[in-house]
């Protein structure tokens, strides 16, 4: 079993930056593949980023590629989410999710096992 706890959501201009937390209970968490996850108000919840469980492979959807950046501490059980270069569309509650398999993420992350809560982001002026 793993818990997932997303923090550091807020409100932020266009074109500022924020980063996302994702603290994980459980002594298995680098036997994981993570990703993160978002669902914009009134759309589908959408695939941003994944890593891999020694943090040696990435994965980013296009519409945040060069913008945002997946990394993850194993010794802290945590992984992180940097955005950059925000935009409106970027709006949307976030969500880390984990999975044993990295082909999931890599297929657009349909069948993850444990879901966090979401962190609520906001680009606006």
């Known amino acids: 079993q793993v818990q997932l706890v997303e923090s550091g959501g807020g409100l932020v201009q266009p074109g500022g930056s924020l980063r996302l937390s994702c603290a994980a209970s459980?002594?298995?968490?680098?036997?994981?593949?993570m990703g993160w996850f978002r669902q914009a108000p009134g759309k589908e919840r959408e695939f941003v980023a994944g890593?891999?469980?020694?943090?040696?492979?990435?994965y980013y959807a296009d519409s945040v590629k060069g913008r945002f950046t997946i990394s993850r501490d194993n010794a802290k059980n945590t992984v992180y989410l940097q955005m950059n270069s925000l935009k409106p569309e970027d709006t949307a509650v976030y969500y880390c999710?984990?999975?044993?398999?990295?082909?999931?993420?890599?297929?657009?992350?349909?069948?993850?096992?444990?879901w966090g809560k979401g962190t609520l982001v906001t680009v606006s002026s």
């Open positions: 999710a984990a999975v044993r398999r990295w082909n999931t993420i890599v297929t657009g992350g349909n069948g993850m096992d444990y």
């Open positions: 890593i891999s469980w020694s943090g040696g492979s990435t």
């Open positions: 459980g002594r298995t968490f680098s036997s994981y593949a």
